[in-house]
C-alpha cells in the first residue's frame, strides 16, 4: 500500500522521527506493524516522544491520553485509517454499560412499583380487617333478624367491593414481577464476571476470542488459549462437594496469580477455566503452562488427616482464524481431556 506522507519510503520516515517530525497523513500499511517504518507505529513513536518531552511517564493512561490528543491535529485521512484500526479493538464497553444502566433503572422502577403496590395492598388488608370488626361488633347489639340481615348485605357489599380492588392490585403484582424478572434475566444476560470464581464468565470469553481472532487476521501475530480443570486423579480423592469446591476455586485463584494483564481468565462452565493469552505463541503458552502446574501443583489440601496434593488437566491451542471460535474451544478441550488420561503429562498440545 502507498503512502501519501510526502512519498514516505523506509529512510526518510525514519529520519523524519528522529528528526523530530510528525507524520500528517499516509496509508496504514495494516498487517505488516512488525515493519518499523509503518505509519501507524511512525505515529506512536511521536506519541511516545511527546510523553518523554513533556516529562511523563509513558502509562498505558498517559499515551492513551496523548494519542487521542495527538490524533485531533491530524488529517482526516490519518484519522480515518487509524480509527478502522482501532474498531478491530474496540469491545463497545462503554455502549454496552449505557445499556446495561437503561435496564437495571428500569429493574429499579419495577421493583419500586411492587413495593409500593404492596405498601397499598397491606393497607386494604388492614382496612378489611377494621370494617369486619366493626360489622362483628354490630351485630351483636342487633335486636332484630331484619336488622342482621341488612348488616350482613353491607357487609356483603363492602367485602366484595374491596376484594374486586385487591384482586386488581394483585394482578398488576404479577405483571410488575414478570416484568421485573425479565429485566433480572437481560442483566444476567449481559454480564462478564463469574461472581463464585472471582474471573470474567463464559460470555464474556467468546466475545473476547473472537475480538482476538479478527486481530490475528489483520496483523499476523501469535496469540494462544489454555484450558484448565482438576485432574481426574484429584477429584476421585474427593468426596466432599464443599471440599471439591474450594479446590476449583483455589485453581481460579492461581490461574489469575500466574496471568499478565493483558490476559483474559474465565470460567468457562463445569469447573473448567480459560486463560487467553494475547501476543503468545504455543512455546511462550507451553512454558505459561509449566508455570501453572508447577504452582498448582506445590498447594496442598488437608481432610482431616488425609493431605492431597492438587494436580490440574491443560490443554493448549493455539488461535487461529482459518477455523472457528467453537473449532479452537472444542480442539483445546479435547487437549484438555488427553491431558487428564496421561498421568506423566502435563499438558498436550491440539494440533489440526
Known amino acids: 500500500m502507498e503512502s ?27 498487517g505488516s506493524l512488525s515493519d518499523p517504518t509503518s505509519d501507524l507505529e511512525i505515529f506512536s513513536k511521536e506519541v511516545l516522544n511527546s510523553l518523554i518531552s513533556d516529562n511523563l511517564p509513558p502509562t498505558p493512561s498517559n499515551f492513551s491520553l496523548y494519542f487521542d490528543r495527538i490524533l485531533e491535529n491530524k488529517s482526516e485521512s490519518l484519522r480515518r485509517q487509524i480509527g478502522s484500526i482501532l474498531e478491530l479493538e474496540n469491545d463497545n464497553g462503554d455502549e454496552q454499560n449505557i445499556e446495561l ?20 395492598l397491606y393497607k386494604n388488608m388492614t382496612l378489611m380487617e377494621k370494617i369486619l370488626e366493626k360489622k362483628s361488633e354490630e351485630i351483636k347489639n342487633i335486636p332484630s333478624l331484619s336488622e342482621a340481615n341488612h348488616v350482613l348485605s ?35 444476560n449481559e454480564t462478564i464476571f463469574d461472581n463464585q470464581y472471582g474471573v470474567y464468565n463464559k460470555r464474556y470469553l467468546l466475545s473476547k476470542l473472537t475480538q482476538e481472532s479478527n486481530l490475528i487476521e489483520e496483523f499476523h501475530h501469535k496469540s494462544s488459549l489454555i484450558m484448565v480443570q ?22 481460579a485463584r492461581l490461574l489469575l496469580k500466574t496471568s499478565r494483564r493483558s490476559d483474559i481468565v474465565a470460567h468457562y462452565g463445569e469447573g473448567i477455566f480459560s486463560m487467553m493469552l494475547k501476543h503468545t505463541d504455543i512455546e511462550n503458552a507451553k512454558r505459561a503452562a509449566e508455570r501453572l502446574y508447577e504452582l498448582v501443583s506445590s498447594s496442598n489440601f488437608f481432610m482431616g488427616d488425609q493431605e492431597i496434593q492438587l494436580q490440574i488437566a491443560i490443554g493448549i491451542a493455539e488461535l487461529n482464524p482459518s477455523r472457528s471460535i467453537e473449532e479452537t474451544l472444542v480442539g ?10 496421561e498421568k506423566k503429562v502435563h499438558y498436550v498440545v491440539y494440533n489440526d
Open 101 to 120: 444502566e437503561k435496564t437495571l433503572k428500569q429493574g429499579f422502577s419495577s421493583v419500586k412499583s411492587i413495593l409500593q403496590l404492596s405498601a397499598t
Open 332 to 341: 483445546t478441550l479435547d487437549a484438555m481431556y488427553a491431558s487428564n488420561d
Open 4 to 30: 501519501h506522507l510526502e512519498e514516505l519510503s523506509p529512510h526518510n520516515a525514519a529520519s523524519r522521527l528522529q528528526s523530530g517530525q510528525s507524520i500528517q497523513e499516509g496509508a496504514l500499511h495494516v
Open 230 to 251: 482438576l485432574s481426574n486423579a484429584t477429584n476421585a480423592l474427593i468426596s466432599s462437594e464443599k471440599a471439591k469446591s474450594l479446590m476449583v476455586r483455589t485453581v
Open 154 to 188: 353491607s357487609l356483603t357489599h363492602d367485602v366484595s367491593k374491596l376484594s374486586g380492588i385487591l384482586n386488581k392490585q394483585v394482578s398488576h403484582m404479577k405483571d410488575l414481577y414478570g416484568e421485573t424478572a425479565t429485566i433480572v434475566k437481560q442483566v444476567e
